[in-house]
């Protein structure tokens, strides 16, 4: 909606100063003794102006910040000034768990695992490759859950282990996009980026 505003005069009050184009500031309660000659009563909009039109008392910013925010509420930051301590942990871009490779433990396959091959992009251009069993991720969670035991909300649960169909095409599949997902959801957590448990994780 456009508005207009006009120039206040000494007897203006501060509620008429903002006025909609379309729409003119209704300030009249009552109707009652303006009729139109003939006995009709005038035909008025049904439209008013929204109450968050007129202010009904004046704070300043920090006063509305500070004392109208309850305790526990979610609130909003303005983190792109790149500042942040938390922000400046981050350096990973994404992660792609490309393929999988099957490690024979003997001639008779007893004791055979698979090895994951992941592919991290930093924020600065650069490519990190490593490999890491399934093992290692669920001791990566474990430690993680001990370092910030209050942020388990924010690491997705690992997909459940298998004896029967742990080498299935099908099986390997939904394990690598869950163990994908696993990583993005922590590399690109600035609370966990830049932890000693995430980066033991990576270049041990």
């Avoid at 505003?5 to 903002?18: A, F, M, V, Y």
């Avoid at 049904?46 to 910013?61: D, E, F, G, L, M």
């Avoid at 069993?133 to 909300?153: C, H, V």
Wanted: one cysteine or more.
């Amino acid at each position: 909606m456009e508005s207009v505003l006009h120039p206040r005069s000494s007897n203006d009050s501060p509620k008429n100063e903002l006025v909609g184009a379309k729409y003119p500031l209704n300030t009249n309660t009552s109707q009652r003794g303006l009729e139109e000659p003939g006995g009709e009563s005038p035909v008025t909009s049904p439209i008013t102006s929204p109450p968050y039109w007129v202010q009904s008392h004046q704070r300043s910013a920090s006063a509305i910040s500070i004392d109208s925010i309850p305790n526990g509420a979610i609130t909003l930051q303005d983190n792109t000034d790149g500042e942040d301590a938390k922000n400046k942990a981050c350096w990973a871009k994404s992660v792609y768990i490309e393929d999988h490779v099957i490690i024979n433990g003997s001639r008779t396959g007893i004791g055979a695992f698979v090895v994951w091959n992941i592919t991290v992009e930093t924020l600065h251009g650069g490519t990190i490759r490593i490999r890491k069993r399934y093992s290692e991720f669920d001791d990566l969670r474990n430690k993680l859950l001990q370092t910030f035991p209050y942020s388990a909300a924010a690491m997705p649960p690992l997909p459940p282990k298998s004896v029967i169909s742990k080498f299935r095409p099908k099986f390997l599949e939904n394990r690598r996009a869950k163990l994908q997902y696993f990583l993005n959801c922590i590399l690109l957590n600035p609370e966990f980026s830049g932890s000693p448990v995430l980066k033991e994780f990576l270049f041990s």
